[in-house]
């Protein structure tokens, strides 16, 4: 493969207890998204406990219905063997029975049951039917944070985009991504090619892009192309078509590899097409194995080509003449998902060391010194300090003592 991989972990240490005169006091505190927040299982473990309490309390407190729902979504989610999976999938499906019955047809019953049954990979008429949830929702508290981007999801599933982008400007403006996540967003925007298709993998990695596309009119012209939605046949067929692409309909699967050679048609649709095609670096795990040595890194994106490419020049130019990097330095804002933006940051060490390494090689001593100090903050954030000071070190010793 024509690019430097380094693995980097994301860690975070989590707390519910308060202490008060040396005991520690359980508190109730706001569940978010892991997409967003990201804790240890035993802290979801103790808000599960405290939320139904409250419930128990009064079985019509909203707040307490959505909180209880989040974790145990969070612990299904983080489940690791399939057995604690479905406990917690049968535990979600119990929290949307009781909550219709305690609160029928409102706004936390709607949302609860869009967010359990939701779209799949089903029919465009059982999509539409579980639609309604959500519209229903949205009827009842159309400004609601908590819908807002599951509607900019829905309008891009309709491939409709002027109402996709509508919610993607209410996102913007509620603050709902850490501004290094809009950031981030931007960035991997602007080093593609003109009308050129990204391939992206979960909710961060799409919604940043979408939302600084909308709210700052930038690079529209780009595609992004979440790897689970694209999976709903009707929704991809309408996205082909409105590209100029041939429709594809993706047989069943029963092994692992008829999933693999499915999932290899699928991807060369796209690559062999008319359109530049690129993955994020969030999401280039499910395309190493069959298509690494035509993966070329760019900086936070691998650009797909047939022909070898020059990468080294482009990620180069992306750095110096299009990315905008003041927000590496600081951030002067909070949001709730600023440590999710700081594992967003990681994307840019394999792009940054190549660049280093063209700077040693150069001597081009002031941006080399400039660039380090960007390469050990970002390897702070995300726990590679012991990898990244090794490589460097190793860089300006071969730099020294030449062959």
């Given at each position: ?24 006091i ?42 209880y729902?989040?974790?145990n979504?969070a ?63 949205q009827?009842?508290r ?27 400007k ?99 649709h ?105 390469l ?23 730099s020294?003592?030449?062959?």
């Amino acid at each position: 493969m024509k690019h430097l991989l380094i693995g980097f972990t994301f860690l975070i240490a989590s707390h519910t207890f308060s202490q008060k005169d040396g005991v520690l006091i359980q508190k109730l505190e706001t569940v978010y998204s892991i997409a967003k927040e990201k804790k240890e299982p035993s802290w979801y473990e103790t808000q599960v406990k405290l939320w139904k309490a409250e419930l128990d309390k009064n079985n019509k407190n909203g707040e307490a219905w959505i909180n209880y729902y989040r974790a145990n979504r969070a612990l299904r989610n983080l489940a690791p063997t399939e057995e604690e999976r479905t406990k917690w999938y049968s535990q979600c499906k119990s929290i949307h029975e009781q909550v219709w019955k305690a609160m029928p047809k409102s706004f936390e019953a709607y949302f609860i049951q869009y967010s359990e049954n939701g779209f799949h990979d089903s029919s465009e008429n059982e999509n539409q039917l579980r639609a309604q949830d959500l519209l229903n929702a949205q009827a009842l508290r159309p400004d609601d944070p908590l819908i807002q981007d599951l509607l900019m999801i829905h309008y891009e599933l309709q491939n409709d985009p002027e109402k996709r982008n509508l919610y993607a400007k209410r996102l913007f403006e509620i603050n709902e991504l850490p501004v290094g996540m809009l950031n981030w967003g931007y960035n991997i925007l602007s080093e593609l090619d003109e009308n050129a298709i990204l391939f992206t993998y979960g909710d961060n990695d799409t919604y940043a892009p979408w939302i600084v596309q909308a709210a700052k009119n930038f690079r529209k012209d780009v595609t992004i192309i979440n790897l689970h939605l694209i999976n709903i046949d009707g929704y991809r067929n309408g996205l082909l078509k409105k590209l100029g692409y041939e429709p594809l309909i993706l047989e069943e699967t029963k092994t692992e590899e008829e999933a693999k050679a499915v999932s290899k048609k699928f991807y060369e649709h796209f690559f062999k097409g008319k359109r530049p095609a690129y993955v994020s670096a969030s999401a280039i795990n499910g395309f190493e194995e069959v298509f690494g040595d035509k993966l070329y890194l760019t900086g936070l994106a691998y650009k797909y080509s047939e022909s070898s490419i020059d990468n080294n020049a482009i990620i180069r130019r992306n750095y110096e003449k299009r990315y905008l990097l003041d927000y590496l330095k600081d951030v002067f804002s909070y949001n709730i998902g600023n440590l999710k933006a700081e594992y967003f940051n990681g994307m840019y060490l394999p792009s940054m060391i190549k660049l280093y390494q063209q700077y040693n090689e150069s001597e081009e001593t002031v941006k080399k010194q400039e660039l380090e100090i960007l390469l050990l903050k970002i390897a702070e954030q995300n726990n590679q300090q012991k990898q990244i000071n090794e490589l460097l070190s190793t860089m300006k010793s071969n730099s020294s003592n030449p062959q």
